[in-house]
């Protein structure tokens, strides 16, 4: 049985690849090897974010020929799209694969494997992705010896409009916990960053496509969802009822109790009447991630009529921890709610923020307005129709409140892509 082995560098993008070809490499019949010394195939996964990582990237292929010379060689990753010619002319590389084409790197495998004998059950013409050519498909002269050393294969990674996945079951490539890469790429062009160039535009698993990968990670074990986001990891749980939609639920971040305000300095800074403020709950800034200054008002017809001095609030908000005001009646339309709520910024509104119901959850809690561990509603959008359903709950322990948790059931309206 032939076998591989994967050398790693690089972010979480290119770890989430070096699991998906680890996988596809044993779902083909190869074995993983322990370490490169003993692999019949290395596949080494590159970054090239500095030039420190170009070189390091150099040096451990030159280390893996000298000490495995017998081994073929298959250089992949970010490197390899930039600046492919570079890594061809190295001594031991058999391949040279830009990001455009990772998914053919099986396939190659098994190329080779047959010219030296170690040829596993052929791949199947299923294996070529969309958005990617396949090997059968372009001219030899792009992949010939005539280039170097080693055959390269690239392409216009900015032609690429698919992310390609594979089921990351755990375990490949070093982790311990599943993976799954849902976005790739990125439009923005800064000068000191070469991502669009070797990673292409920004790109997203489509969300059926998601929510299928997860539910095949928990049929096998998974329990939960992690998303990794700029507020640090939130836990995703998810409960399925017959005949309804998925039930997803985050966990986010203890929360942080901040300022309790001034209702008449609230007034002012929003552009309110004297009296809009609910007297019976405080208005106070809570953080789970991002801090949102939570607003009683004192029924719907305020929330309906509302119209807030974005440019006012803002000056207000950047001196008192707070970073968005969110409105909230107990008055609700839905009789099940516990609040209804609105949320205005950057000239426009929100209809469901997840962020927001986070930090309300919490004060319902510390305010009485909600039981420990009772998930309640929040019903937001409804003013700009675009109605949501928000569901939270937290816990209190001793005299804090933990464990905030906010869900709700997505279903899917429209679907279609955008090209620029």
């Not at 680890?22 to 083909?28: K, Y």
Request: glycine share 10%; charged share 25%; aromatic share 6%.
């Amino acid at each position: 049985m032939a076998t591989f082995f994967i050398e790693q560098f690089g972010c979480r993008a290119t770890q989430a690849d070096a699991a998906a070809i680890e996988r596809q490499l044993v779902e083909r019949g190869y074995a993983a090897s322990a370490d490169a010394n003993s692999a019949d195939f290395i596949v080494v996964n590159t970054c090239t974010v500095t030039a420190a990582a170009d070189l390091q990237a150099r040096q451990s292929i030159r280390t893996i020929h000298r000490e495995n010379p017998a081994a073929r060689v298959i250089v992949t990753g970010c490197y390899a799209q930039r600046a492919p010619e570079e890594l061809a002319a190295l001594e031991g590389v058999s391949w040279v694969v830009g990001n455009s084409h990772k998914p053919e790197i099986p396939r190659i495998i098994q190329e080779i494997g047959q010219e030296i004998g170690q040829g596993m059950a052929p791949v199947s013409s299923g294996a070529a992705r969309q958005g990617f050519v396949p090997l059968s498909m372009i001219a030899s002269k792009a992949h010939s010896l005539e280039r170097g050393p080693a055959k390269i294969l690239t392409g216009d990674i900015l032609e690429q409009r698919d992310l390609l996945v594979a089921p990351v079951e755990g375990g490949e490539a070093g982790h311990t916990r599943p993976v799954l890469k849902i976005q790739d790429g990125c439009n923005k062009r800064c000068s000191y960053c070469v991502i669009p160039q070797v990673r292409g535009r920004s790109r997203s698993l489509a969300p059926q496509s998601a929510i299928e990968e997860i539910r095949k990670l928990c049929r096998r074990g998974a329990r939960e969802v992690v998303l990794d986001l700029n507020v640090g990891k939130v836990p995703v749980h998810f409960e399925e009822s017959p005949g309804k939609p998925v039930f997803g639920e985050m966990t986010q971040a203890n929360p942080e109790f901040g300022a309790l305000h001034d209702r008449e300095a609230v007034v002012r800074a929003c552009g309110l009447r004297d009296g809009d403020i609910d007297p019976s709950l405080p208005v106070q800034t809570v953080s789970t991630g991002v801090p949102f200054t939570v607003v009683p008002l004192r029924g719907l017809e305020l929330m309906r009529n509302l119209h807030v001095d974005l440019r006012s609030a803002s000056e207000y908000l950047g001196g008192s921890g707070g970073k968005f005001f969110y409105f909230v009646t107990r008055e609700t339309v839905d009789p099940s709610a516990r609040l209804h709520a609105r949320m205005m910024f950057y000239n426009g509104e929100d209809p469901a923020t997840g962020s927001a119901a986070g930090c309300t959850a919490a004060w319902m809690v510390a305010h009485g307005v909600a039981q420990s561990d009772e998930r309640v509603l929040i019903e937001q959008g409804v003013e700009m129709k675009r109605p949501s359903r928000i569901f939270v709950r937290a816990s209190r322990k001793d005299d804090r409140v933990v464990n905030v948790r906010v869900g709700g059931n997505v279903v899917e309206i429209l679907r279609g892509e955008i090209f620029f």
